[in-house]
């Protein structure tokens, strides 16, 4: 597809449970950065990824979350034992280039509900 | 990071222009200044982005005050599909090799009446 894919879309898990987001990014984009945006709040970093090097991981709120971008193009955010405070809509973003001045473009989200 | 100021609201008339104000006293010389919006369950996209000059695309144009400590983001024609959280952020002109996230504050919510 020609914009940045996110799977699923909707994601319910039962506290407690482990769960994985997928993000699709644009093909030959080398930037990948997830965000983590809760009900009414602006999107918060989590990660970013340069090709299949994680060189920021400062937002991520805890050792329960975890990501990787193996051969430098799909990237996986899995989280483990959910917690209800982990619910909140997921986004995956790209750019092409490694500059901050680079145009970023995002999935539509994956809005994980923990109950 | 510098910061941002927006105001959290803003109400505009179909088919009106719509200035959306952000202040950003602390911005360095190297600060890029960039615009997102975020449509209703939807992901941010991409607006404008400018430097030094005001900046004009397809979307929208960006005038920056001289001493770049603010903004505005210029919609010439909102129309209903405008209404969406705006937000103004700044981005370092160069690659830092770690923090390069874009970093959103609250943003303003537009809201346009028909």
């Known amino acids: 597809g020609a914009g940045v894919s996110q799977s699923p879309r909707y994601k319910v898990a039962k506290r407690g449970q482990d769960v994985a987001l997928r993000c699709d990014p644009i093909?030959?984009?080398?930037?990948l950065f997830w965000y983590q945006q809760a009900l009414g709040q602006g999107p918060e970093f989590l990660t970013y990824f340069q090709n299949e090097a994680q060189l920021d991981k400062s937002g991520l709120p805890s050792d329960r979350f975890f990501a990787e971008r193996p051969e430098g193009s799909v990237s996986t955010l899995k989280i483990q034992r959910t917690q209800q405070e982990d619910s909140a809509v997921y986004l995956c973003a790209s750019s092409l280039a490694p500059y901050p001045r680079a145009e970023a473009f995002f999935g539509q989200g994956t809005r994980l509900t923990v109950v | 990071d510098a910061k941002t100021t927006q105001p959290n609201s803003m109400e505009s008339n179909e088919e009106e222009p719509v200035h959306l104000p952000c202040n950003h006293s602390t911005i360095s010389g190297t600060d890029y200044i960039h615009w997102y919006r975020q449509l209703p369950s939807q992901g941010p996209e991409y607006v404008i982005h400018g430097l030094t000059s005001n900046v004009n695309n397809r979307m929208a144009s960006l005038a920056i005050a001289e001493d770049r400590k603010s903004s505005t983001l210029i919609l010439h024609r909102a129309t209903l599909r405008d209404a969406a959280v705006y937000y103004c952020i700044l981005r370092a002109g160069y690659s830092g090799g770690g923090a390069d996230g874009l970093t959103f504050g609250k943003g303003t919510h537009l809201i346009i009446q028909p």
């Open positions: 093909s030959g984009h080398v930037s």
